[in-house]
């Protein structure tokens, strides 16, 4: 497929489900299109066995929404499909509206780079349920995969405590979109930089790289391959010293970092592509050092995450930056954040909100209803907790939340504590209200909100269970919904 006509050359209003498309219609043929409705993205566990997850993907979302348009290529494909009667699916009268169709609602989010939890909504997109109905695969997608990939690299990040992580993942990661996707959120969730260059443009995103294997093998010798790269690039020497003995990489890359020196140039460092990286890097930061170049740094790589390193980390390696690619760029242990969005309230223009809910066999499936908010406490220790109430029915300054997974769970806030409302508001009648700060901004918010949180919940082995749950009356009214739906009033 020329790639003038791949998704990344068209309108991207039919990237949805069918069902969202045949719901929409079946609004408007039930009347029920003039709807005013309420959605919210949530998710149910925190991934990777962790304890928290990172907020990322609004401004990507956001661009959808403003862009958000059913061209005539999108309507005449539509108008070619067909029901199992060989009828058309979708009528003229439909087609023409969606051609007309613009989001005119309301989105509210968590900012990227906040630490959210289970069970607290993401996103809370308001507006007439057709709109707001098509709008949810999109969304989805977008938040779902960037908030996954953006929380790997925090736990990478962490691992590394205070090292530099790269992001090399683009050549293994889930195509196009998942490369530049990943890129994004990794550096989000603290990267330092990434060696895809599409991303550091789009994005600003600091980007770096030096020569593989390959080019070592072209030449006849290693220290002739590290000789002619020194030559082309002196402000960019990082070898790769792995591809025959490694140590004798290192005193090739020593030798050549010599002759560097002598032109006005310093050697950036050298990289450790395999082996015992412990041993191996505590072996080339002495030689390195007993050579005078003290501040050449050694890289590791090699199909690392946040386990591999931290067990690096203690065994005392002294790799000072890490270049992490396949097991970051696809979340690795983790296929999907799992994040859903679910409707819970609707309402006449200008009516009484009616909340609405969905109950399961699962009581992580069951939904929460209202217009809901996030109330984040802090004490002088930190965060204490996170609250969900409706805005339609606000708590008092002295309030009570209870983990609707036990009731026995609860915890009190009084008027003294200070609070933060996390849903922001971001679009406001279809239009864009949220100034977007600098990604580099995101990530420094991403980066202190772990160091605020701390290690009881940004550890690997048992974390921390923070505290979310709903506002005392919200729970009220949420168990009165399900017992109604049940039978039980």
């Given at each position: ?8 050359g ?6 949805t489900?069918?069902?969202?498309l045949t719901?929409?219609?079946?609004y ?18 925190n991934?990777?066995g ?13 661009d959808?929404?403003?862009q ?5 290529s999108d309507r005449?494909?539509l108008?070619?499909l ?7 699916l979708?009528?003229?009268?439909f087609?023409?509206?969606?051609g007309k169709?613009?989001f ?9 780079g906040?630490?959210v939890?289970?069970?607290e909504?993401?996103?809370r ?8 109905q098509l ?6 997608n ?6 996954l ?8 990040c962490?691992?590394a405590?205070g090292?530099?992580?790269l992001e090399?993942?683009?050549r293994?990661?889930?195509g196009?979109d998942?490369?530049i996707?990943a890129?994004?959120?990794?550096y989000?969730?603290g990267?330092?930089?990434?060696s895809?260059v599409l991303?550091?443009k ?6 770096r790289?030096?020569?593989?294997h390959s ?6 010798t290693?220290?002739?391959a ?5 030559e082309?690039m ?19 890359a020593?030798?050549?970092a010599g002759?560097?020196r002598?032109?006005?140039h ?5 990289r ?6 412990a041993?191996?890097s ?5 030689m390195l050092?007993?050579a005078?170049f003290?501040d050449?740094v ?6 690392l ?7 690096l ?6 790799i000072?930056?890490w270049g992490v ?8 242990g983790?296929?999907?954040l ?8 609707i309402?006449e ?9 969905k109950v399961s066999?699962?009581?992580a499936?069951?939904?929460?209803p209202?217009?809901?908010?996030v109330r984040?406490?802090?004490s ?8 969900v109430f409706?805005e339609?029915a606000?708590?008092?300054?002295d309030?009570v939340m209870?983990d ?7 915890k009190a806030?009084?008027r003294?504590?200070s ?6 508001p ?18 420094e918010?991403a ?25 005392a009356?919200?729970?009220e009214e ?12």
């Open positions: 497929m020329p790639i003038e006509r791949s998704a990344y068209q309108s991207l209003a039919l990237l489900d069918l069902y969202q719901m929409a219609s079946a408007r043929e039930a009347g029920k299109a003039g709807l005013e409705s309420v959605f919210h993205m949530t998710f149910r566990e991934p990777f962790g304890g928290y997850a990172v907020a990322c993907g609004l401004d990507i979302a956001m959808y929404v403003e958000w348009r059913f061209d005539e005449s494909y108008a070619t067909e029901g199992n009667d060989g009828e058309r979708f009528r003229d009268e087609l023409e509206y969606l169709l613009r005119t609602g309301q989105v509210d989010a968590v900012p990227e906040t630490l939890f289970p069970g909504p993401l996103l997109v308001r507006g007439p349920i057709c709109e707001c709008l949810e695969t999109a969304l989805l977008i938040v779902n995969f960037q908030t990939i953006a929380t790997k690299a925090s736990r990478v962490a691992a405590r090292d530099a992580v090399f993942g683009l293994r990661a889930q196009i998942g490369g996707g890129s994004r959120a990794a989000v969730g990267c330092a930089a990434t895809n991303a550091g789009l994005f600003g995103i600091p980007v790289g030096t020569h593989a080019w070592v093998m072209v030449f006849d290693e220290i002739e590290f000789e002619s790269y020194a082309a002196p402000n960019n020497c990082v070898f790769l010293v792995d591809t025959y003995d490694t140590l004798q990489g290192v005193e090739n020593i030798s050549v002759r560097l002598e032109r006005g310093e050697i950036i460092g050298i450790l592509d395999s082996g015992d990286l041993w191996l505590r072996r080339a930061r002495t050092d007993e005078g003290v050449a050694v890289i590791g790589s090699n199909e995450d946040e386990h591999v390193i931290k067990s980390k203690d065994q005392g390696a002294t000072a930056v690619g396949t097991k970051l760029a696809t979340a690795d983790q296929p999907s799992g994040g859903v969005y679910k409707l819970s309230a309402r223009p200008g009516g009484e909100w009616d909340y609405r809910i066999e699962q009581a499936k069951v939904t929460t209202g217009v809901l908010q984040r406490f802090e002088d220790d930190g965060p204490a907790g996170d609250m409706s339609t606000p708590p008092d300054d309030c209870i609707p997974a036990d009731v026995t769970r609860r806030f009084g003294d504590i609070c933060t409302d996390l849903l922001v971001v679009v406001r009648d279809g239009v864009r209200v949220y100034e977007t700060p600098p990604l580099s901004a995101v990530r918010r980066l202190a909100q772990v160091d605020v949180f701390g290690r009881a919940v940004t550890r690997f082995l048992n974390p921390y269970q923070y505290p979310v749950g709903l506002e009356g919200l729970f949420k168990t009165r919904l399900i017992m109604a739906v049940r039978g039980y009033l």
